[in-house]
């Protein structure tokens, strides 16, 4: 039977943590498994050539993952590429992996403002136009400052620019060569952005994000509000009580689709096993 709808898991892997503290990508892969077959997949903290984080071995995780997925096309994002010992780089960011055909990637490096009393690291959004049963959706995966309100407002804000600016570009497809880099290559309309946002649900960020646009820019919404409008966002994080780790359950791990994606929204939950990482993963299912 023709496919005729998507899955979606989105989920911040901390390097691949398992419930023992140990970083094992084979782990990762296992467990994104058996959660759901998806079809599209947006990771966060992936990393490559660390060795001074727990757990860490410097194995280049994003080539773990995409031969662990070998149906998927791997698209990855750097955050952070910084010099390493012996000459390796150490990288660190976002992925995502789709069974669909890649038809666009743009990497966005978002806000970075100094805020020197605090730790942050540069962030980005990864951009991927896939081509779907759905049609081109436009999947963006994202990793917000944890550290820093003044640099995470920034980056919200960004998104928002993003979002305007993408939906403008699909309206109004740009002129184009037949071939080269000025190829008109589309970017889609649809989309959705995933990752931890590193917000609270009714934060001034969550809130700003959604805020409509004036110029008919396809908003926002939250997947959890559409698909339980009365139910309180399940907990993403600190789920479960690891050594050093108390358990305090909160949400900051989000998908959102654009208001023209909303019809299609048919399931939205959030894994509840120990899968390891202090986040759990979150699955979406466009029909």
Known sequence: MEATGMNLITWNIQRGRT???????????????GVADADAICLQEVSSGYTDMPGCD???????????????????????????????RRMFGNMILSRYPVWQVIRHALPWPPDPDVMSMQRIALEAT????????????????YFSRLQRSAQVQRLR??????????????????????????????????????FLPGSWEYHCLQAPFDDGT???????RLRHPDR???????????????????????VFVSDDLAPRLA????????LGPDHQPLLVRLD
């Open 218 to 224: 396809p908003a926002w919404a939250d997947a959890w």
């Open 267 to 274: 399931e939205v939950g959030v894994a509840m096993d120990d």
């Open 58 to 88: 410097g194995a280049n995780q994003f080539a773990l993952l995409a031969a662990h997925f070998p149906a998927h096309v791997p698209v990855t994002g750097l955050a952070c590429d910084t010099a390493g010992e012996g000459g390796q």
């Open 130 to 145: 896939l081509d779907t049963p759905l049609g081109l959706v436009r999947v963006i995966t994202t990793h917000l400052e």
């Open 161 to 198: 620019d993003l979002q305007r600016e993408a939906a403008a570009h699909a309206a109004r497809p740009r002129a184009g060569a037949a071939a080269g880099p000025f190829c008109a290559t589309p970017r889609a309309g649809a989309a959705i952005l995933a990752g931890d946002c590193n």
């Open 232 to 254: 309180a966002h399940a907990p993403s994080v600190c789920l479960h009580d690891h050594p050093g780790r108390p358990a305090d359950p909160f949400t900051c791990d989000f």
């Open 19 to 33: 419930p023992g503290g140990e970083c094992n990508i084979a782990h990762t892969a296992a467990s994104l498994r």
